[in-house]
C-alpha cells in the first residue's frame, strides 16, 4: 500500500520559511517524479513544485520561482519543498504526490484526475 505523509507545516510570519516533507513507501519509486501541490479555501488544487527521481528535472509555478526548492532525498525516500519569503497568499494546505509524469507535466490541465498517488496534506499559514 502506497503512503505518501507529508510533515513541516505550521504557521509562520511573511518573509518567513519553511520545510515540508513527504515520506514515500509502499513501492519503489525510482520511475516516478514526486511533487507538491495546494489548494488555498475556496480555491481549485493548483500545481507548486515537482522533481524527477533522479533530480535532474524540475519544474516550478512561476509565483514560487527564486523562493521554494523541491529536492529530493532517494536514499529516504523522500521530497522536501523548501519555502522561503513567503506571502499570505502561499496560505493552503500542501499535498505531496508521486506520479510517473515528468515533473514538466504536473502543471497540465488533467494531472490531478489521472494521478493515483496523493499525500493527506499539511496546512501552512502565513500571517501578515
Known amino acids: 500500500q502506497v503512503q505518501l505523509v507529508e510533515s513541516g507545516g505550521g504557521l509562520v510570519q511573511a518573509g518567513g520559511s519553511l520545510r515540508l516533507s513527504c515520506a514515500a513507501s509502499?513501492?519503489?519509486?525510482?520511475?516516478?517524479?514526486m511533487g507538491w501541490f495546494r489548494q488555498a479555501p475556496g480555491k481549485e488544487r493548483e500545481f507548486v513544485a515537482a522533481?524527477?527521481?533522479?533530480?535532474?528535472?524540475?519544474n516550478y509555478r512561476e509565483s514560487v520561482q527564486g523562493r521554494f526548492t523541491c529536492s529530493i532525498n532517494k536514499a529516504k525516500n523522500t521530497v522536501y519543498l523548501q519555502m522561503a519569503s513567503l506571502k499570505p497568499e502561499d496560505t493552503a494546505v500542501y499535498y505531496c504526490?508521486?506520479?510517473?509524469?515528468?515533473?514538466?507535466?504536473?502543471?497540465?490541465?488533467?494531472?490531478?484526475?489521472?494521478?493515483?498517488?496523493w499525500g493527506q496534506g499539511t496546512q501552512v499559514t502565513v500571517s501578515s
Open positions: 504526490a508521486a506520479d510517473p509524469l515528468s515533473p514538466i507535466y504536473w502543471s497540465r490541465y488533467d494531472f490531478i484526475a489521472r494521478s493515483d498517488y
Open positions: 522533481i524527477s527521481w533522479s533530480g535532474g528535472t524540475t
Open positions: 509502499g513501492r519503489t519509486f525510482s520511475n516516478y517524479a
